[in-house]
């Protein structure tokens, strides 16, 4: 693939980043591209989205978000698996190699991914806001055991955890349309791989050894490879509703250092948003996702197990979530705004076996100077 390409764009994202030391516009009035929306609750997209909006020039933003995945249970394409099924019926992609069993003998029951994302805006011009954010990232997945080769006899149970930090994104939101009651805004993107993909891990296997191992994809904390996250962005208003679009892509350019790259992902979401007052918003968002499966493999992870197949990744996801935003806008705690997001599935198909999430809840925190 063409190295120049991100290391253009990461070059003018770096320049962009510096560029605001030399700027002196603190405090700036809002302009008629900086308009009053950013000063009520749903001026803010939900605080799942992100990328939503832009800031007038001179202006800064932090933000702080938590969010945390839970998934249980595996499935592949819509049919949930037990764990039985997938011992006696799923064959090993490893069978053939050295203590390799013909199917699976270990399955993924529980994952919890916590995110802690730190991210700040700038406005550059009123027309062009660059964006950063990074990520402290935990994972923790239990696991059944069953024993030796065959058979449907647990021999224990085992969990492994990672934590570090995750990858890094710089970008820019660029304006297209940005007055009136229909909005525009181009979202450019790139993601640095700034996250381990070396994480090991102590494992329980059927023959009742406990060695410690790479451990499978879905344990790892990046991606590895420098990532194109190009994406549009609309908003719209009228009265106490506001409502917005977002299309998002992320386009891994390269292999990682292991010899895989995650699939690509495309991201697609609605929402709609009503004011109760200018601090308080309530918003319903529907979520869709398509990721496909990894390409290549690292040949470090193998095992009889579903999470070290680099097919069982990837899928179609639809999710339908519910949030509130409030803006704190008088006393000392004013222009200080905080959010919460939780979402369940409405559809979940999955290139399996594959755990299937079954919530997630983002909790934000953000605040512009
Ligand atoms: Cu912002």
């Known amino acids: 693939m063409n190295r120049l390409v991100p290391g253009t764009i990461f070059a003018i994202a770096s320049l962009s980043l510096l560029a605001p030391c030399a700027a002196a516009h603190p405090g700036a009035a809002p302009t008629a591209q900086h308009p009053k929306h950013n000063h009520t609750a749903s001026g803010h997209a939900p605080i799942g989205v992100m990328g939503d909006h832009l800031h007038g020039q001179g202006e800064w933003m932090v933000s702080y978000r938590f969010m945390r995945m839970e998934m249980a249970g595996s499935r592949d394409g819509t049919d949930t698996l037990s764990a039985d099924n997938?011992?006696?019926?799923?064959?090993?992609?490893?069978?053939?190699?050295?203590?390799?069993?013909?199917?699976?003998?270990?399955?993924?029951?529980?994952?919890?991914?916590?995110?802690?994302?730190?991210?700040?805006?700038?406005?550059?011009?009123?027309?062009?806001?660059?964006?950063?954010?990074?990520?402290?990232?935990?994972?923790?997945?239990?696991?059944?055991?069953?024993?030796?080769?065959?058979?449907?006899?647990?021999?224990?149970?085992?969990?492994?955890?990672?934590?570090?930090?995750?990858?890094?994104?710089?970008?820019?939101?660029?304006?297209?349309?940005?007055?009136?009651?229909?909005?525009?805004?181009?979202?450019?993107?790139?993601?640095?791989?700034?996250?381990?993909?070396?994480?090991?891990?102590?494992?329980?296997?059927?023959?009742?050894?406990?060695?410690?191992?790479?451990?499978?994809?879905?344990?790892?904390?990046?991606?590895?490879?420098?990532?194109?996250?190009?994406?549009?962005?609309?908003?719209?208003?009228?009265?106490?509703?506001?409502?917005?679009?977002?299309?998002?892509?992320?386009i891994r350019l390269d292999e990682n250092d292991e010899g895989y790259a995650l699939g690509d992902r495309f991201e697609g979401t609605a929402w709609l948003a009503y004011d109760f007052s200018r601090s308080l918003s309530v918003s319903t968002r529907l979520k869709a996702v398509s990721q496909g499966q990894i390409d290549g493999i690292d040949p470090l992870i193998a095992g009889p197990v579903q999470t070290a197949d680099p097919d069982n990744y990837g899928g179609e996801t639809a999710e339908l979530l519910f949030g509130a935003n409030y803006l704190f806008t008088d006393g000392p705690l004013a222009k200080n705004r905080l959010a919460i997001e939780a979402g369940l599935p409405l559809h979940r198909d999955l290139n399996g076996p594959q755990l299937e999430t079954d919530w997630t809840l983002t909790l934000g925190w953000q605040r512009a100077f």
């Open 86 to 250: 997938i011992v006696t019926s799923v064959p090993n992609r490893f069978f053939g190699a050295p203590m390799q069993p013909p199917t699976l003998r270990v399955v993924p029951e529980e994952m919890t991914m916590d995110m802690h994302m730190v991210g700040l805006m700038y406005g550059l011009t009123d027309r062009v806001t660059l964006t950063a954010m990074t990520s402290f990232v935990t994972k923790d997945m239990d696991h059944v055991t069953f024993q030796g080769p065959a058979g449907t006899t647990e021999l224990g149970s085992f969990t492994t955890e990672t934590s570090g930090f995750g990858d890094t994104t710089l970008g820019a939101l660029i304006g297209v349309d940005m007055d009136g009651a229909h909005r525009w805004h181009l979202n450019l993107g790139i993601s640095l791989p700034t996250g381990s993909i070396d994480e090991t891990g102590t494992i329980l296997t059927p023959m009742n050894t406990r060695p410690t191992v790479r451990l499978p994809y879905a344990m790892q904390l990046g991606s590895g490879t420098i990532d194109l996250k190009p994406g549009v962005t609309y908003l719209g208003r009228a009265g106490d509703w506001s409502w917005g679009a977002q299309a998002l892509g992320t």
